[in-house]
């Protein structure tokens, strides 16, 4: 009965329904009433403002009104006492962080060691960092693009930032793997940005990196790229740049042809995955470092054992060693090896 009222006459003793007005003043007036009458108002007794005649149970007697005055007083000076307290911890609290802030704010100008690092969380912060970087830099942009063919979304979310450096004379070098080559996206970006850009080609290369005037760098923080790294300590920054300096000097320039293998029928790709079969790695890993799909990178690996007389992944494995594409690639032709049963390969 008791929830019933309340949710059907959601209000407190200093504002009473008119249905309960009426039968509370008749209480006062008349001394009591009949409980049959306060039936339609149980808030009345929810808010003890009636209570049984200890008498007679079939009636109902008024709490006085100079009792509900009070405890209505008495509530709102509570509230008022609840309310000067939350505000001098609010008062407290503040004053606190007020303080704290004076601290950063010395410390940060003591050292700009705080800053060396910063965590990007989120898509959304990551593009706005790259944006702020962007419109700073002045010279030069360095940047590694791992994986395969570049899809056309990757290449038209930067393609803002490319257009603004090139409108400010900045010049452009990105690293790319040799599968990049086969992309029509990546050609067109590169028409489009003229001799802003220069591209260069590995067979692999390291995980994304973007560089801004030699001062700023961004590289992921998660396998996902949902985070990254903002660094701006100069060592790190420095160190690389000289990685990337490394790896520039031995790519091979977009617009010039790859080298050629020197063994019939065996292509610049099928040499660097017998390479890395040479190394243990299981197919999974090989097409994720060429940036191929792990399908392609299979039917080059069955290829390799059609050309080289393989009849066994460990028989393939022999006759990368014997043939020399368990290595970088060789200035001088390998030696000629009879295999058995079929024909051996030609050196070109």
Known sequence: MAGHGTEEHPHGADRLCEAGDRVYSRAVRRGRVARTDAEAVPCLLDLALLHPDPDDMDWLVPTSPQEVMTRLLRGVYDEVRESQRRMGSAVTAFER????????????????????????????????????????????????????????????????????????????????????????????????????????????????????????????????????????????????????????????????????????GISHREQSIAALLAEGHQDAVIAERLGISVRTCRAHIARLSETLGAASRTQLGVRIAQVGLDGPPRTAAPAVLGLPGRQSPTVR
Do not use: K
């Open 97 to 264: 962080y007020a303080g704290l802030g004076r601290q950063l704010q010395a410390s940060a100008a003591a050292s700009a060691e705080g800053t060396a690092i910063r965590v990007l969380d989120g898509l959304s912060r990551i593009q706005a960092a790259m944006d702020e970087a962007t419109e700073a830099c002045t010279t030069e942009v360095l940047t590694v693009q791992p994986g395969g063919i570049r899809r056309e979304a990757e290449l038209t979310e930067g393609l803002h930032r490319a257009l603004a450096l090139r409108g400010r004379g900045v010049r452009m070098r990105d690293l790319y793997t040799h599968v990049a080559r086969h992309g029509q996206g990546l050609l067109n970006y590169l028409e489009l940005m003229g001799d802003a850009v220069e591209a260069r080609t590995l067979d692999e290369v390291i995980d994304r990196l973007i560089l801004f005037d030699r001062t700023v760098a961004f590289i992921p923080a998660n396998a996902d790229r949902t985070m990254a790294l903002e660094l701006r300590h100069p060592a790190l920054v420095e160190y690389l740049v000289t990685v990337f300096e490394r790896l520039w000097r031995l790519a091979i320039p977009l617009t010039a042809p790859l080298p050629d293998t020197g063994i019939e």
